[in-house]
């Protein structure tokens, strides 16, 4: 149960982190970027926060549907 939340909350995780360094390169290209990557890590913790109960609950769910 909690692996499946955990890969999950990994795997959402890495998909944001992508896009913040994709933003941050091109933030780069236009001037300073560590006020944008900050804030970009601000938001993929909360965000793995998020991903992490979602799939928590799911897979309560799924574990309660099989009993």
């Known amino acids: 149960m ?4 955990l890969y999950l909350t990994v ?3 890495a998909l944001l982190l992508m896009g ?3 933003i ?3 933030a ?3 001037g300073n970027p560590w006020l944008l990557i ?3 890590l601000i938001i993929v913790a909360a965000w793995s926060i998020v991903v992490y109960r979602v ?3 799911l897979v309560r769910r799924g574990v309660n549907k099989g009993r």
């Open 2 to 5: 909690v692996k499946t939340a």
């Open 11 to 13: 795997s959402s995780w």
């Open 20 to 22: 913040i360094i994709v």
């Open 24 to 26: 941050g390169v091109v």
């Open 28 to 30: 780069h290209m236009f």
């Open 38 to 40: 900050t804030v970009g």
């Open 55 to 57: 799939a928590e609950t």
